[in-house]
Each structure stands twice: as C-alpha cells, then as structure tokens.
C-alpha cells in the first residue's frame, strides 16, 4: 500500500511539473525605462494575472537606444508598447506592426512654456525656439504648426525647432520658449528643478485637437495568423488590462511595485507615485479595445504634415478587435 501511495505521489508529482512546464512564454518591449508609465504590466506581474492566464512574461525596459519596432523586427519580443505615429511609419515602410490593444485613452503630451519668454498663448509662438522629441514624436508638434500656419523653419514668422533630448534643460537655461513634456514627467522636472506651476503655460495635445495615440500593444501580423498566438495575446491582452484598472484603482500600491521592478535604482518613490496619478487620468475609459475614432483622428493629424507628411496614405489592417473582443468579452 506504501509503495502504492508513493507511485501515486510520485504521479501526481509529474502531473503538476507538466502544469509549471505549460506556461507560454511572453516577451513585452517597453517604449522606455522601467517607470509607472508601464504599470499595469508591472502589477499584472506581481499581483499573478499573468499566471492565471497560464503565462510566463518577461518585461524588457525600454530605453534612448532601443527602439520597440526594431525590437519586434529582430524577433526579439513578441509584443511592443510603441507611439502609433512611430508604428503606422514603420508600416508604411513595410513593417507589418498591427495595434492589438490599446490601453491608454488620452496623450500626455503637452508644450510647456515660460512665462517670461512672452508666451501666453499659441500666438505667442512666432519668433520662437520650441523643444521638440524626434524618433517619431515630432509628428503632432509638426501637424499642430501647419494647422496655426507657423513655418517650422526659424524666423519671426514661424518657429524655430530645437531638437530636445530626452531632459528639461533647454528651458531651464533658457534656450528654448517652449520645451515637449509629458503630463507624468518631464513636467515636473521642470518642478522639481525650481520653476513653479505660476512660471509656466501648458498647452496640452489634447487641448489643440492635434492628439495622437500613445502607447498601444503591437505585434507582427504574420504572428497574428498562428491560433497559438492569437490565442496567447488574448491571454496577455486580458490579464494586462486587469492589470492597468488594478493600477488605477490602487495608484500608490502600484507605484511601490514599479519601484520593486525598477533594477536601475533611478527612480524615486515621490516621482512614481506621482507619475501613477496623471498615468491613471491617461488610461481612464479605455477598456483595451482601440476607438476607431481615436485611429482616424490620429491618422489624419499624421497625414496633415504639409510636404513631408509621416504617412502618406490610410493604412490598411493596422488595428484590430479580433484579440480584444476574445479577451474581454
């Protein structure tokens, strides 16, 4: 009968190696360092969503030198959070990067500008240095002064565009009027190097109708005709999301576990707290599944660029509800 007990053991023992040994593994490419800007993959992680969904997902940060879609091209993720101006460029160039789901609702993009450079408003601009991100975040600056009818060549009748790196500097030391920000971060660096809110005026996307979508899932549409994958985004879709409401809901907790995943040891507890507060309004009324509004209004700012618009026609079979409308139905 011992032995007979032990056969069982030893049985059931194999069984539940073979369960462990059946999660599908996941690689995820973040756009940038590890930071609340990605906590809902961070809390997805820790707080076992993954698991249940019987997957094992590794999280890579991002960082100035890693660009996602040259990531994914290389096979070295199998999903990307990636700018959709960065993505529709890649695939009109023959990348074939399709948006599966689409966390975040609002862009955090803004203007931030001083004061006491004379800007009070976007007729101030002309005659102007203004900060802008390149790598495909230039886009909706560019749409947004063809639509004020500001040439982007210097000037007093347009702007004159500084190429920002990834820092506040240029407004700190008064190089430029106006410097790119985004709503969780480089903002408040601008705080926190001294300059208060009643120094600066913020000119939020958003508010000037030339808003574009940032930080949605991708992956390779080829990928998309396997049912294995398909079925495994479904999964990854499914538990990321419960995630993001989690991370909403739980803003603080979830900044402490961004912090525990954080290897670097750059970020602060203040600054990702904070940071998951204006992340949280960004994510606000998206259930995951793309507006097609949203794609058509981001489409048509990134084809609005004048002479040298980033894409040159409406993709085709960029976006797809197939993956969310498994996973959260």
Not at 27 to 46: E, I, M, N, R, S
Not at 124 to 142: R, S
Not at 264 to 287: D, P, V, Y
Not at 293 to 298: I, K, V
């Amino acid at each position: 009968m011992k032995t007979m007990i032990k056969s069982l053991g030893v049985a059931a023992m194999g069984v539940w190696a073979g369960m462990a040994q059946a999660a599908d593994d996941v690689t995820l490419q973040l756009k940038w360092v590890t930071q609340a800007q990605f906590a809902g993959y961070y809390v997805a992680l820790d707080k076992g969503f993954y698991a249940e969904e019987d997957l094992n997902v590794t999280i890579k940060p991002g960082g100035p030198d890693i660009a996602p879609a040259q990531v994914i091209a290389g096979g070295g993720a199998d999903v990307v959070l990636d700018w959709m101006p960065s993505a529709l460029a890649s695939r009109e160039k023959g990348l074939g990067l399709v948006n599966i789901a689409q966390p975040f609702k609002s862009s955090g993009m803004m203007l931030t500008c001083r004061k006491d450079a004379g800007v009070s408003g976007p007729e101030d601009f002309a005659g102007k240095t203004l900060g802008v991100w390149f790598f495909g975040n230039e886009y909706p600056f560019l749409s947004w002064m063809s639509k004020l009818g500001l040439s982007t060549d210097g000037g007093d009748a347009g702007v004159t565009v500084l190429k920002q790196g990834f820092n506040v500097d240029p407004i700190l030391q008064g190089q430029a009027a106006c410097v790119s920000t985004m709503t969780y971060n480089e903002y408040w660096q601008i705080i926190d190097a001294g300059l208060s809110p009643d120094d600066l005026v913020v000119f939020k996307y958003e508010d000037q109708g030339v808003a574009t979508l940032e930080d949605g899932m991708y992956v390779m549409e080829e990928n998309l005709k396997d049912p294995a994958f398909e079925d495994k985004m479904v999964r990854f879709v499914r538990a990321s999301m419960k995630g993001w409401k989690w991370a909403e809901e739980n803003a603080e907790e979830a900044a402490m576990i961004v912090l525990d995943n954080d290897a670097s040891g750059a970020q602060t507890e203040e600054h990702q707290i904070r940071m998951m507060g204006e992340i949280a309004k960004l994510t606000a009324g998206s259930n995951g599944a793309l507006d097609p509004a949203d794609f058509d209004r981001t489409v048509s700012s990134l084809m609005s660029g004048g002479s040298d618009p980033v894409i040159t026609k409406k993709p085709e079979g960029a976006w797809t509800h197939a993956i969310t409308d498994k996973a959260l139905n």
